[in-house]
């Protein structure tokens, strides 16, 4: 079996960090498409989809979301695992049935995210972990069925519905993108400070344990390509047998 073949649905709006920081974590055969000019796959031949972040809002009326948002649908509908980060969390929420909305606030920076223990998305990943952040809207109410993987004080930071699997904070990031991200924020210059304080060495290396989510789901899409691959549900009671039986 070869390297999946993953497209992915770029909606940073030409950010050259987003390219290279995909095509580092994503250890598979990647087709991109820059999702804000309209451009979206023709077909659904792909072992699975990743939607980035952006600096839209999912439920603004622009007709390049629109568009995304009806692919994705039916990428669903044939099967496609998929992975959303950031607004790609968002999107993948509205698109099944959940709720998109600005917070009042923003979140930016290295924050500590907590996710429920029996989650194959975060698999070898501290039940409490480190992760950058940079959201001012989020999910606030998940889709029909799906079920809540990670969160903060701020927010639902993760989901799962089937194949869907969809993570609020940003595990693809190194320095230099925050460091970029936070500059062209509008923020107080306190806070630009406080937050650029922040993006050390000691504390990106800390985050990199967020990024097992990316292997952890292309392993995921593999076991879909074979047959293998158990829905949440059945995750979550092979895994409270399993404590059942110790």
């Known amino acids: 079996m070869g390297n999946p073949r993953i497209v992915v649905l770029n909606a940073a709006h030409q950010d050259e960090n987003t390219t290279r920081n995909f095509r580092r974590e994503l250890d598979a055969s990647l087709s991109e498409f820059d999702a804000t000019d309209g451009t979206v ?10 939607v980035t972040g952006s600096r839209s809002s999912v439920y603004w009326d622009e007709e390049w979301i629109q568009s995304v948002k009806e692919w994705v649908d039916e990428a669903i509908e044939h099967g496609v695992p998929f992975l959303g980060v950031c607004w790609g969390h968002q999107l993948l929420a509205d698109v099944l049935g959940g709720t998109v909305d600005d917070m009042g606030v923003y979140e930016v920076g290295y924050s500590e995210i907590e996710h429920t223990g029996d989650s194959r998305l975060f698999a070898g990943i501290d039940e409490t972990f480190t992760a950058f952040t940079s959201h001012s809207d989020a999910v606030t109410t998940l889709p029909p069925g799906a079920v809540p993987l990670a969160e903060n004080e701020y927010s639902n930071h993760g989901f799962r ?4 699997f969809g993570v609020q904070f940003h595990p693809e990031y190194d320095s230099k993108t925050a460091r970029d991200l936070v500059l062209r924020k509008d923020l107080s210059e306190d806070r630009r400070e406080s937050i650029l304080a922040e993006i050390t060495e000691e504390n990106y290396q800390q985050s990199c344990e967020a990024k097992l989510v990316f292997e952890n789901f292309l392993e995921f899409v593999r076991e879909v390509q074979t047959g293998n691959a158990a829905s949440e549900a059945e995750s979550h009671a092979a895994a409270t047998r399993a404590s059942g039986s110790d």
């Open 41 to 50: 796959p023709t077909g659904f031949d792909y072992d699975g989809a990743v």
């Open 161 to 164: 519905k089937d194949r869907v």
